[in-house]
């Protein structure tokens, strides 16, 4: 658990509260599920499972003092919006009094791209634009959601499925119409003329996108593996904006990637223990 102070031997463990916190907040171990931000995501789902559990074992939900006690400590631990008020959370729990685990689904928010950059900010998630949407409308209209509900775009499409324009942005004179000839011998369509970009000092090559068209970006991505995707949802196309680090472009494979699967738990799953 480096990072978070939590430090325990292999096997099965009761946690305290202070280590119940180190287990959710500790982001450098690889336990599958990508990032080291998912896996905390991914622990934290399991703690909450666990606690859902202990909660409807003991007889919490259906013991006034107890319920009282338990919602007095979650309310001194999470923040609410200034609406909520402790008599709400009480008349939430009591409607929870006969809920079954199983019926408790986690769900992460479909994603585009765990490494994406913002300036300013730094190293952010961005969430996919189309998957995501049908998640939050499920939501919205209080729908089930289970994996099959909504899926990721694919990570990748065909190039012929791809309309490219290319600019020269700070790369040797002529090199749009080489990238934009190489493109279409890949099999990209053309999105406009190639030609020069309004400014001609960026150092790097980047890839100019609107949300929707994220599969596409990556696509344009693998034959110019050093650019930089750029979110810009007034794009009607993807355009490439060269840089001075541009030279030629890569080949790409035909085969597009697959989807990543979007996985969902229940909380029907006794993953960790607290105490």
Do not use: W
Not at 240 to 252: A, H, Q
């Amino acid at each position: 658990g480096h990072g978070s102070g939590l430090n325990l031997s292999a096997g099965k463990h009761l946690l305290n509260d202070v280590q119940a916190v180190g287990y959710v907040r500790t982001r450098y171990v690889d336990t599958g599920e990508g990032s080291s931000d998912f896996g905390r995501i991914r622990r934290q789902q399991k703690f909450m499972s666990s606690m859902m559990h202990k909660v409807t074992s003991a007889g919490t939900l259906f013991n006034v003092g107890k319920l009282t006690a338990f919602l007095r400590t979650v309310s001194d631990a999470v923040t609410v919006d200034t609406e909520m008020k402790p008599t709400d959370l009480f008349t939430i729990a009591q409607q929870l009094q006969g809920l079954d685990p199983k019926h408790v689904t986690f769900v992460t928010v479909p994603y585009a791209n765990d490494n994406y950059s913002v300036p300013g900010v730094g190293s952010t998630v961005l969430a996919d634009p189309v998957a995501a949407q049908g998640l939050y409308d499920a939501i919205r209209n209080d729908s089930a959601i289970g994996a099959t509900d909504f899926k990721n775009r694919p990570t990748t499409v065909k190039p012929s499925d791809v309309s490219v324009q290319v600019l020269n942005g700070g790369a040797a004179s002529g090199s749009a119409g080489k990238a934009a000839g190489e493109l279409a011998a890949m099999g990209f369509k053309s999105g406009g003329p190639s030609g020069n970009a309004p400014t001609r000092n960026n150092a790097t090559t980047s890839i100019r996108y609107a949300g929707t068209q994220i599969a596409e970006a990556r696509t344009v991505q693998l034959a110019l593996p050093g650019a930089t995707l750029v979110l810009d949802d007034t794009a009607t196309v993807i355009q490439v904006i060269l840089g001075k680090d541009f030279v030629s472009t890569t080949p790409i494979p035909t085969a597009t990637t697959p989807a990543k699967p979007v996985v969902t738990h229940t909380a029907d799953e006794k993953l960790c223990t607290t105490n």
